[in-house]
């Protein structure tokens, strides 16, 4: 018998989501997440993959992936730490490190993977972590695990992060900074010169996710190497899924740093590793963005080309600094209705409302890929300078 408790439980939680207008419906895609894709019979131009340079679909990942399957198989078999580790793990870990511009790097099966595992690896309930209160889910959920003092600093501010580190160190044994490399609701980046004074000046641990900023700042290498601070950040994570294309995350460092994480971060001790043919394409896709600007050259080119586009229609973008490009609408049904009718008008783009964003902040996000051609983002500017006037945005 179905346990009476859970079943009004989430009734009547999917009721208050759906009265709310908070429910998410999920549309499956009939193809490939490519720049244009097929979605209930029809085809879409794509403004809402992390696809940034557009690896994804790219032939030479497809190529090298179907080899591995072949040599490997499908499945790694076990954890890393029994033999589910593979010469191309090594391999991969080996580029990620060099890429980085750290002495090593340790893969894990996703992003969110990383911040499960890495955080709560080094923090403990003796210690304390500043937050950037705009941080990533899968941020926040590491620092809960390590069961360590969560102290959120405003977005971006520096005073305040400056005074909360001053009280910090008196308090707590080890304090971490951690933030987002870019964030990825308005696309702006973090103060990362700054937040490194103020670590080296209170002897914190640095900590950036930079899922958003790999392959698309730092002629890819990421925010990091963007602001010339490869060697003054302790922990630098990354996704496989976002630029790379594939799936899974890493983190790079110190030697020290990453034998610990060998020994002591639980997703690397019991879950099943990456599977040959993701290692594979991600080698790839690493050697690419070693060996050509191409791909980068051609996703800058397109976020100008779509943002200063949505600007000369008089649209808001917000602060971004990078390929996200937000149209801020403002209020959360409005924000609604124009994504639905872009969608109606051959354009993918998700509306992202409170709680997500701020109230009265709503926007449409929208992820200028390199694969996007000059015709699509054309076609793209002009449904959005119809539903413009259309909706009085
Ligand atoms: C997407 C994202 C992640 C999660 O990465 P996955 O590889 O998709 O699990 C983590 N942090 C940030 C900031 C992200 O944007």
Same mark, same amino acid.
């Given at each position: 018998m179905p346990s009476t408790k859970l079943t009004s439980f989430l009734n009547s939680g999917l009721n208050e989501l759906k009265d709310k207008g908070l429910y998410n419906v999920i549309h499956p895609l009939e @193809? #490939?997440?490519?720049p244009k894709i097929q979605l209930e019979g029809k085809e879409l131009i794509n403004l809402?993959?992390?696809n940034y340079l557009g690896l994804a679909t790219d032939e030479r990942l497809k190529e090298v992936a179907k080899d591995a399957v072949t040599k490997y198989?499908?499945?790694? @078999? #076990?954890v890393r730490t029994i033999n589910g580790t593979l010469q191309l793990h090594v391999e991969l870990e080996e580029k990620l490190a060099k890429f980085k511009h750290t002495e090593a790097a340790i893969a894990y099966q996703s992003g969110f993977n990383c911040n499960m595992a890495a955080i709560s690896a080094v923090m403990n309930k003796n210690d304390a972590i500043l937050s950037?209160?705009?941080?990533h889910a899968s941020i926040i959920d590491g620092c809960r695990l390590s069961k360590a003092k969560i102290i959120r600093y405003n977005h971006s501010d520096m005073e305040d992060l400056r005074q909360k580190a001053s009280e910090a160190v008196k308090e707590y044994e080890k304090v971490m900074v951690i933030t987002d490399?870019?964030?990825?609701?308005?696309g702006d980046v973090a103060k990362l010169p700054e937040i490194v004074d103020i670590a080296e000046e209170f002897d914190l641990i640095t900590y950036v996710d930079d899922a958003h900023g790999s392959g698309v700042l730092g002629e890819g290498k990421g925010t990091v190497k963007h602001f010339g601070l490869s060697d003054r950040v302790d922990m630098q994570m990354g996704t496989?899924?976002?630029?790379?294309?594939?799936v899974g995350g890493y983190v790079a460092g110190s030697q020290e740093l990453i034998d610990w994480l060998k020994v002591q971060s639980r997703p690397f001790l019991f879950s099943t590793s990456l599977t040959p043919a993701d290692i594979r394409a991600s080698i790839e896709a690493i050697d690419i963005l070693s060996e050509s600007k191409e791909l980068q050259e051609r996703l800058w080119e397109n976020t100008k080309y779509l943002q200063e586009g949505l600007k000369k229609l008089g649209f808001s973008v917000g602060d971004?600094?990078?390929?996200?490009?937000p149209v801020i609408i403002g209020d959360e049904q409005k924000t609604q209705q124009f994504s639905k009718r872009l969608m109606e008008e051959g354009v993918y783009a998700k509306s992202i409302v409170f709680p997500t964003v701020?109230?009265?902040?709503g926007r449409v996000r929208n992820m200028p890929t390199a694969a996007h051609t000059k015709e699509m983002l054309d076609e793209a500017l002009s449904v959005y300078e119809k539903l413009g006037k259309e909706l009085n945005v």
């Open positions: @193809g #490939a997440n490519g809402s993959s992390n198989g499908v499945g790694s @078999g #076990a950037d209160e705009l941080n490399g870019v964030f990825s609701m308005d496989l899924s976002k630029a790379i294309g594939v971004t600094e990078t390929p996200i490009t701020p109230r009265g902040t």
